[in-house]
C-alpha cells in the first residue's frame, strides 16, 4: 500500500498546487505522511455530513474540491463546525486534501468534466492558461454541440444530466433561440462574460449567476445564460478525479480503491414554483 506522500505526490501531478490562485488554499489539511492509504473518497465539501461517510466508509483519505478553511483560521476548535470536521478526521486517521482552483484550470480539469457530463464537444479553454504552450489548459471550456438544439432541449438536457438539486435549472433567453456552440464553466461564473462574449458563443452554462451581472449580460448581446447549481456542476469532477488516480494506482500497483461521495451538499432543499397573485406583475386583477 501507498504511503499518504506518495498519494499527495500524484494528486500534486495532477493538479499542481503552483497553478492554484493566490487568494486560494489548496493542498493537504491534515494527515500523516507516513500513514498508509487504501481507501479514497472523493467530495465537492468538505462537510461533516462528507467527513462522516468517509468515517463510515473506512477512507484513509478525503479529497474535496472546496477548500476547509479558504481564508484561513486562528482554531480549530471541535466547538466549531470546521474545527469539528478536523477532529473527526483526525480522530478516525483520514487526510484531508483540497484541489481547487488548480483543478479548474487543469487538462482535464472541472469544466471538462462538466462537458463530459453534458456530453458536449470540446474545442478549447474559454480563458487559456498562457503557460500551456499546447493551448489546452485555462478556466471553462468552449463546446459545440453535436447537432443543433433550442434553448429549451439545451436546458433539459442540462437538467436530466447533471446531478438533480433544489434549484433546478434557470435559463435566460429566447427558449426556442438556436443553439450551436457554448460555454461552460463548473462553479461561479458570472466574473467571465467578457471572455464568453468574445468567444461567440450561444450560451453559456455556469452557475451562481448574480442579477446585475446577468441583467447586464442579457442587455449587452443575445447571450443565452443557463444556471445550475454551484454543486452540481462541479460534481463531475469527482468522477473524473477518481478515475484519474484510479489510473495512477494502476501504473504504480497500488492497489487503491476510490469512491465519488453522492451525498447531495448543495445548500439549498426545497424550491416553490412562483404563482400568480395580486401581487404579482402582470397578474390578471
Known amino acids: 500500500m501507498p504511503r499518504l506522500s506518495e498519494v499527495i505526490a500524484a494528486l500534486d501531478a495532477l493538479w499542481p498546487p503552483s497553478r492554484a490562485e493566490q487568494w486560494d488554499a489548496v493542498g493537504t489539511v491534515c494527515g500523516d505522511p507516513d500513514a498508509e492509504v487504501t481507501r479514497v473518497l472523493f467530495a465537492v465539501d468538505p462537510v461533516q455530513e462528507v467527513v462522516d461517510e468517509a468515517v463510515k466508509l473506512g477512507a484513509d483519505l478525503l479529497v474535496t474540491h472546496h477548500p476547509l478553511y479558504l481564508r484561513g483560521t486562528t482554531t480549530v476548535s471541535a466547538g466549531t463546525f470546521k474545527g469539528r470536521a478536523v477532529h473527526t478526521l483526525i480522530k478516525n486517521d483520514i487526510a484531508l486534501h483540497v484541489a481547487h482552483t ?98 461567440g458563443v450561444d450560451a453559456f452554462l455556469t452557475a451562481d449567476l448574480r442579477h446585475h451581472p446577468a441583467s447586464e449580460a442579457r442587455e449587452q448581446s443575445p447571450l443565452a445564460l443557463v444556471d445550475a447549481a454551484h454543486w452540481a456542476t462541479e460534481w463531475p469532477w469527482c468522477e473524473q478525479a477518481a478515475a484519474q488516480l484510479d489510473a495512477v494506482s494502476e501504473r504504480h500497483g497500488w492497489g487503491l480503491r476510490t469512491h465519488v461521495s453522492r451525498t447531495v451538499t448543495d445548500p439549498w432543499t426545497a424550491h416553490a414554483p412562483s404563482a400568480d397573485s395580486p401581487t404579482t406583475p402582470g397578474a390578471p386583477n
Open 102 to 199: 488548480n483543478a479548474d484550470t487543469a487538462d482535464p480539469g472541472v469544466s471538462d468534466a462538466l462537458a463530459g457530463a453534458l456530453d458536449l464537444r470540446i474545442t478549447g479553454p474559454l480563458v487559456p492558461d498562457p503557460t500551456d504552450p499546447e493551448g489546452r489548459r485555462g478556466l471553462g471550456r468552449i463546446c459545440e454541440l453535436d447537432h443543433p438544439e433550442t434553448l429549451r432541449e439545451f436546458a433539459a438536457r442540462a437538467a436530466a444530466r447533471l446531478p438533480r438539486t433544489a434549484q433546478g435549472i434557470r435559463v435566460a433567453g429566447d427558449p426556442d433561440m438556436t443553439i450551436r456552440r457554448v460555454a461552460v464553466s463548473g462553479g461561479s461564473g458570472d466574473s467571465l462574460f467578457a471572455q464568453v462574449r468574445a468567444a
